[in-house]
C-alpha cells in the first residue's frame, strides 16, 4: 500500500486572512493597538482584554512589528467623540507609530462615512490602518477595497441593533416596565423586574420639590437655590438648575406612569405624587409660561435685552424682576446667574434696568446732537481702510468663487452617485447637507466682498442727522416704552461692559428708508428714519 504525503495539522480556530508582501508593511514598524467595548455590556463577545490579548498575538506573529502605544474606550462606535480615539489620532499626526491596528473593523467605527474620514487622517499622516482578523490593510488596494465593504456592513449592523433597541425598549415600557436609560430622580431600578421603585434618599426631596412648587409657590429657580443652599445634590452629584426642576415637575413618571414613545401605561409602579398635585403643578407652570410668553413678546419691558454680553462668562444679559413691598425692581442680570441662582459660577452683579435704559437713551440723544464730525472722521478712516485692502479682498473674491465650484461639483457628484445606485442615501445624505451648508456660507461671503469691492463709505445723505435727531427728541419727551426700544434697536449695535463704565455702539446710518415703526402701526412722524451699516461708533465715559 502506497504511503501518502502526511500534511501538517490545521489549527482550529478563526482563520487568518491572506497577506501579501503589497498589503503588509515590511521591516519594523511601530504599532498602535486600539480597542473599544461597546456600551451594551451584555451582549459584549469582545471584552477589552480578550481585544488586547488577540492584537498583542497577532503582533507577535508579524516580523519587525513593535507595540508602542496602546489606546482604549468604552464607548459607542456611532461617534467619533471618544478620549482613546482622540488620543490615537493625535499620537498619529505626531508621528509615534506606523500601524494602527484593531481587533475588528466595527471597532474601530460603526459609521461609514466616520471610517472614511479616520482613515483619511491616518493615511495623510503616513499611518496604515490594519485589522487583525480580517483582510484590511490601507497599504495595498485590496485592502482598501475591502474596508469600504466591511465598513457598509458594519453599519448596518448598527442600524439593525438599534431597531432592536428600541424595539426591546418599547415591549418593556408596555408591560409597565422602566425602558431604560437615565433613571428619574427619585427611583431606582428594581434589577429583577426593571420596574421603578421609591429611591429611600431622594422620594422626600422629590415631595417636597412638589410641596414648594404647587403650595409655597416657588419658581423653579427658586427651589433650585433653596436646595443647593440645603447642600442637596440632584441625581449626578451636581447642582440644581431651574432647567432640572422644570423637567421633574413635568415628568408623567411621578404619579406611576410609564411613558415612551408612543406607548403610555397609567399605574405602572408605585406613585409618588398623587396626581392632584401634579395636574396642579402642570396647571400653574402653563399659566406662568404663558405670562412669562407675553412678557416676552413685549416690546416695552426691556429695552436692552440681548445687546449686553457678561465679561465673566460670556453669556448674554436678559431682563429679569423682583418684587419688593412696594414694586416690581426691574433688572440686567447674567444668563448664567438667572438660571443657577447665586449658586452660579458666574458673580457679575445685576445691573439696574430703569437707570441702564434711560442713560442709554439719552446717550443715544446726545451722540445725535452732535454726530457729525465724529461720522466724518470714521468715514474717512472706512475709507482709507477700503483702499489698503481692495487687494486682499479681491484675491479672497476669487477664492470664494473656486471654492462655491468646487463645492457645487461635489454635490453633483454625490448627487450621480445617489441615483446611480453607487451610494445610499445613509452616506450620501449627511455629506450634501454639510456640502449645502458651507455653500450657503460661502455665497454670503462672496456677496458680502462684492458689496464691500463695490461699495465706497459715504455720509449720510443730507438731513438724515437732523431727522434721527428730531426723531430722538421727540420720542424723548413723548414717545412711548416701544418707540424707544426700536430706535435703541435700531441705532446700538452693543452695549459693553468694562471697567471703565457701561460704553453703547452706535451703528453708522448710511441711507434713508423708514423710521423705527410705531406699535400703533405708522411712524411716529412722518419723516423717514434710517438704515444702519455694520460699522460703529463707540461713545466713552458712560458711567453706570
Not at 458594519?154 to 438599534?162: H, L
Not at 445723505?461 to 412711548?480: E, K
Not at 452706535?506 to 460699522?535: L, S
Request: net charge neutral; charged share 25%.
Amino acid at each position: 500500500m502506497a504511503a501518502t504525503p502526511s500534511t501538517p495539522p490545521r489549527r482550529r480556530g478563526r482563520r487568518a486572512h491572506p497577506t501579501t508582501d503589497t498589503e503588509r508593511p515590511a521591516g519594523p514598524r511601530r504599532v498602535c493597538i486600539y480597542v473599544r467595548r461597546s456600551t451594551d455590556d451584555e451582549h459584549q463577545p469582545f471584552s477589552l482584554d480578550a481585544q488586547r490579548a488577540a492584537l498583542e498575538k497577532y503582533v507577535s506573529s508579524q516580523p519587525g512589528w513593535t507595540i508602542v502605544a496602546e489606546h482604549e474606550d468604552d464607548a459607542s462606535g456611532a461617534t467619533t467623540e471618544r478620549p482613546g480615539l482622540k488620543k490615537a489620532l493625535h499620537a498619529a499626526k505626531a508621528g509615534l507609530y506606523d500601524v494602527l491596528l484593531v481587533y475588528r473593523l466595527d471597532r474601530f467605527s460603526r459609521s461609514v462615512t466616520d471610517l472614511l474620514d479616520l482613515v483619511t487622517i491616518l493615511e495623510t499622516s503616513d499611518v496604515r490602518f490594519s485589522s487583525a482578523t480580517e483582510p484590511i490593510d490601507t497599504g495595498g488596494p485590496f485592502g482598501r477595497m475591502m474596508l469600504q465593504l466591511l465598513a457598509v456592513f458594519a453599519e448596518f449592523e448598527r442600524n439593525i441593533i438599534i431597531d432592536r433597541v428600541k424595539s426591546g425598549m418599547t415591549a418593556k415600557a408596555s408591560k409597565g416596565k422602566w425602558a431604560g436609560g437615565t433613571r428619574p430622580y427619585g427611583y431606582t431600578v428594581d434589577p429583577d423586574t426593571h420596574h421603578l421603585v421609591p429611591h429611600p434618599d431622594e422620594a422626600p426631596i422629590l415631595r417636597d420639590i412638589y410641596r414648594l412648587y404647587t403650595r409655597d409657590r416657588q419658581g423653579t429657580r427658586a427651589i433650585a437655590t433653596t436646595l443647593n443652599t440645603r447642600g442637596v445634590p440632584n441625581r449626578t452629584g451636581k447642582k440644581w438648575s431651574g432647567h432640572t426642576i422644570n423637567r421633574i415637575l413635568d415628568n408623567p413618571a411621578y404619579v406611576g406612569d410609564i411613558a415612551y414613545r408612543d406607548v403610555y401605561v397609567p399605574d405602572a409602579h408605585h406613585a409618588l405624587i398623587d396626581r392632584d398635585t401634579f395636574q396642579r403643578a402642570q396647571d400653574i407652570a402653563t399659566a406662568r409660561g404663558d405670562a412669562q410668553t407675553q412678557r416676552a413678546m413685549s416690546d416695552s419691558d426691556y429695552y436692552l435685552t440681548g445687546l449686553m454680553t457678561c465679561p465673566q462668562c460670556g453669556q448674554r444679559y436678559i431682563g429679569t424682576s423682583a418684587n419688593g413691598r412696594t414694586r416690581c425692581y426691574r433688572y440686567y442680570t447674567c444668563f448664567t446667574r438667572t438660571r443657577y441662582g447665586k449658586h452660579a459660577t458666574c458673580t457679575a452683579p445685576r445691573l439696574p434696568a430703569d437707570d441702564l435704559d434711560q442713560m442709554i437713551m439719552r446717550a443715544l440723544h446726545d451722540f445725535y446732537a452732535t454726530a457729525e464730525p465724529v461720522l466724518t472722521a470714521t468715514i474717512e478712516r472706512a475709507r482709507l481702510h477700503r483702499d489698503t485692502t481692495t487687494a486682499d479682498r479681491a484675491t479672497e473674491l476669487t477664492a470664494v468663487a473656486n471654492q462655491i465650484t468646487t463645492t457645487e461639483a461635489a454635490i453633483a457628484r454625490y448627487h450621480t452617485a445617489f441615483e446611480n445606485g453607487t451610494m445610499d442615501d445613509t452616506t450620501a445624505g449627511p455629506r450634501i447637507r454639510d456640502l449645502r451648508h458651507r455653500l450657503t456660507q460661502l455665497h454670503t461671503r462672496h456677496a458680502e466682498l462684492e458689496t464691500d469691492l463695490t461699495t465706497q463709505p459715504t455720509a449720510p445723505p443730507p438731513g438724515t442727522i437732523t431727522r434721527i435727531r428730531d426723531h430722538l427728541t421727540a420720542i424723548m419727551t413723548s414717545g412711548t416704552t416701544a418707540e424707544r426700544k426700536a430706535a435703541i434697536e435700531t441705532l446700538i449695535a452693543e452695549v459693553r461692559l468694562t471697567d471703565q463704565g457701561v460704553v453703547p455702539v452706535f451703528k453708522i446710518p448710511t441711507d434713508t428708508t423708514m423710521p423705527p415703526p410705531n406699535p400703533d402701526g405708522g411712524t411716529h412722524d412722518e419723516q423717514p428714519p434710517v438704515r444702519t451699516m455694520v460699522r460703529s461708533v463707540g461713545r466713552q465715559g458712560l458711567e453706570p
